[in-house]
């Protein structure tokens, strides 16, 4: 009897968080990103270190020392590449970046990536229909990337001419934004 009743209490209490967990993400509106659900309370680290898509972005963020910034109050948005994103760099770039010798080189790929405003994807959109159909966006790295749109689609172009489609846009974070794209931006050479 003790057992059952365990076991229907452990049940109910399953159920009951289980409710609550989906209960809580729904009310963010974030997409799954990575295979994790991203919460608007927690910051861009603290959701970042949960996506499978990310590990290497969040490995570069370690060792670039840039934990605690993306971590603070911002606003950021940050244009973040995933791991398949880095794999499409030349052989060997990802390996070379993470080299401690090369942390500034590192810091400044990173930092082209973020932005110091939270920039939603109608408010990016925006921003294009009133520059005519591309936008300037400066990034804390000094880089200046430019967005254009097609339908739905926002691209983000680099200082070299690679251009990056947003997958997953608008997951709302507790200082900013994150927007997934497909390339990783590298500043001019």
């Given at each position: ?37 991203m ?24 060792a ?64 294009i ?61």
């Amino acid at each position: 009897m003790l057992r059952k009743t365990l076991t229907t209490a452990a049940a109910a209490f399953a159920l009951t968080a289980g409710a609550a967990f989906a209960e809580s993400h729904s009310e963010t509106g974030n997409p799954m990103v990575g295979g994790a659900p991203m919460f608007a309370d927690k910051n861009i680290v603290e959701n970042a270190v949960n996506s499978e898509d990310h590990t290497t972005l969040v490995a570069a963020v370690k060792a670039a020392g840039l934990v605690e910034t993306l971590s603070g109050p911002g606003p950021f948005t940050v244009f973040a590449p995933t791991n398949a994103a880095f794999g499409n760099l030349a052989g060997g770039t990802v390996e070379d970046l993470l080299k401690p010798e090369n942390k500034e080189m590192l810091t400044n790929v990173l930092t082209c990536h973020v932005v110091a405003a939270d920039a939603m994807s109608d408010a990016i959109k925006g921003m294009i229909d009133d520059d005519g159909g591309t936008h300037p966006v400066e990034t804390v790295g000094g880089c200046t990337l430019q967005a254009t749109y097609d339908g739905d689609e926002i691209m983000i172009e680099d200082e070299r001419g690679r251009v990056a489609d947003v997958t997953i846009a608008d997951v709302d974070q507790s200082n900013g934004v994150i927007h997934v794209i497909d390339e990783v931006l590298l500043p001019a050479m």
